[in-house]
């Protein structure tokens, strides 16, 4: 059984930092692609990162690139969002996802508030 579970959200500040992680298991956690999405009150879910099965190689949304940071530890099977200078517009429930085969990301979390206030 495959399972996803984010933690790190919460209350912040704009300009402030947090750690979101996402802690995967059932899975071939390091042969998978791993990645960060989000969903603000209103909006369709969008992209926000991932990350290559090495850690080897990371993309990132324009809206966060130079902000958030994307690693993994494949010994702790865990997925880390590393957020800076976090802005209001930041505001989303981040969800973690699997990629484990050609046909995008089949596994989810359940999801973790991220706020920032202005």
């Known amino acids: 059984q495959v399972q996803l579970v984010e933690s790190g959200g919460g209350l912040v500040q704009a300009g402030g930092s947090l750690r979101l992680s996402c802690a995967a298991s059932g899975l071939t956690f390091s042969r998978d692609t791993m990645a960060w999405f989000r969903q603000a009150p209103g909006k369709e879910r969008e992209f926000v990162a991932r990350?290559?099965?090495?850690?080897?190689?990371?993309y990132y949304a324009s809206s966060v690139k130079g902000r958030f940071t994307i690693s993994r530890d494949n010994a702790k099977n865990t997925v880390y969002l590393q957020m800076n200078r976090l802005k209001p517009e930041d505001t989303a429930v981040y969800y973690c996802?699997?990629?484990?085969?050609?046909?995008?990301?089949?596994?989810w979390g359940q999801g973790t508030q991220v706020t920032v206030s202005s």
């Open positions: 990350i290559s099965w090495s850690g080897g190689n990371t």
């Open positions: 996802a699997a990629q484990t085969g050609p046909n995008g990301y089949n596994y």
